[in-house]
């Protein structure tokens, strides 16, 4: 059981907009920056948003990130079929005093 | 370009010992802090360790007093020492640089697969 919780799964249509969900406590992401990764089928992570709202430089701006009390949210915008993945949030949790991720959420674009 | 480059995996018995390693180009591992992330079969990724550039270490519950991390800084490259394996950590161990001050990843590498069985 993950510390940092997701929905299992999300799905949209193409060009639509979805957005992703991280729920942690006053521990995690209550005090700590969050960050988003994707990972699409049989590759390595891929930083999407660092200190809850911020790109890397060339992801696109379809990707945003945000960040109220406990709570994190990945949005993405006009979906494409190629962002298909899984989707994880991460934060440092003092209580562990060690880096969680969330479950993971698996967005389907229908 | 950055690159990181894990070996070291394979099929090992329960109650073994393994040694992953991480050999970075592009960086300096000394200067930036690094970590060992695991995805096990079909499962999330897990945070497993990270090293400070200061060389202070910290490691998930699971792995605390089986796993080290450590780097060679004249190979400019990341370890982890692996002894008293168990099934569960069987995994994909992904290395990943430390990006800023908030425990953000920016560069991974592809990935060394460690099977635990006998």
């Known amino acids: 059981q993950s510390v940092l919780t997701q929905p299992p799964s999300v799905s949209a249509a193409p060009g639509q907009k979805v957005t992703i969900s991280c729920s942690g406590s006053?521990?995690?992401?209550?005090?700590?920056?969050v960050s988003w990764y994707q990972q699409l089928p049989g590759t390595a992570p891929k930083l999407l948003i660092y200190d809850n709202d911020y790109r890397p430089s060339g992801i696109p701006d379809r990707f945003s990130g945000s960040k109220s009390g406990t709570s994190a949210t990945l949005g993405i915008t006009g979906l494409q079929t190629g962002d298909e993945a899984d989707y994880y949030c991460?934060?440092?949790?003092?209580?562990?005093?060690?880096?969680?991720f969330g479950g993971g959420t698996k967005l389907t674009v229908l | 370009e950055v690159q990181l480059v894990e070996s070291g995996g394979g099929l090992i018995q329960p109650g073994g010992s393994l040694r992953l390693s991480c050999a970075a180009s592009g960086i300096t591992v000394s200067r930036d802090y690094m970590s060992w992330v695991r995805q096990a079969p079909g499962k999330g990724l897990e945070w497993v360790s990270l090293i400070y550039a200061s060389g202070t270490t910290y490691y998930a519950d699971s792995v605390k007093g089986r796993f080290t991390i450590s780097r060679d800084n004249y190979e400019n490259t990341l370890y982890l020492q692996m002894n008293s394996l168990r099934a569960e950590d069987a995994a994909v161990y992904y290395c990943?640089?430390?990006?800023?001050?908030?425990?953000?990843?920016?560069?991974w590498g592809q990935g060394t697969l460690v099977t635990v069985s006998s």
């Open positions: 991460a934060t440092w949790d003092s209580s562990l005093s060690g880096v969680v």
């Open positions: 006053s521990s995690n992401i209550g005090n700590y920056y």
């Open positions: 990943a640089r430390g990006m800023g001050r908030n425990w953000s990843f920016d560069y």
